[in-house]
Nanobody
Framework: QVPLVESGGGLVQPGGSLRLSCTATGDIVSIYRMGWYRQAPGKQRELVAVFNHDGSTDYGDSAKGRFTLSRDNAKNEVYLQMNSLKFEDTALYYC??????????????????WGQGLQVTVST
């Protein structure tokens, strides 16, 4: 079973919007941190937006004022609404979660997961 299931992404024109979704699956007990990072070609992976365990939200500088992170705790889902997209937003977007499982066989464990990545391309 894939721990993080990502959806959304694709091709959008500059100034357009996209919404990314990420669902954490499994026998989840607690989610300590969950959000999105991105990696553009030739660049390091960087923070986009993340929910922290204390309830705070961190945004990367490039996301502030344009992107909004939201969540549905009942569904273990986070959503990244991206508005006013720019060429430089083109990247692979990865969901990341620091969470605890309570598996019926393996028991309690805390893990850090990455999704497989979603391509977001901003182009005319």
């Amino acid at each position: 079973q894939v721990p993080l299931v990502e959806s959304g992404g694709g091709l959008v024109q500059p100034g357009g919007s996209l919404r990314l979704s990420c669902t954490a699956t499994g026998d989840i007990v607690s989610i300590y941190r969950m959000g999105w990072y991105r990696q553009a070609p030739g660049k390091q992976r960087e923070l986009v937006a993340v929910f922290n365990h204390d309830g705070s939200t961190d945004y990367g500088d490039s996301a502030k004022g344009r992107f909004t992170l939201s969540r549905d705790n009942a569904k273990n889902e986070v959503y990244l609404q991206m508005n006013s997209l720019k060429f430089e937003d083109t990247a692979l977007y990865y969901c990341n979660a620091d969470l605890a499982h309570d598996h019926p066989v393996t028991g309690w464990g805390r893990y850090d997961y990455w999704g497989q990545g979603l391509q977001v391309t901003v182009s005319t």
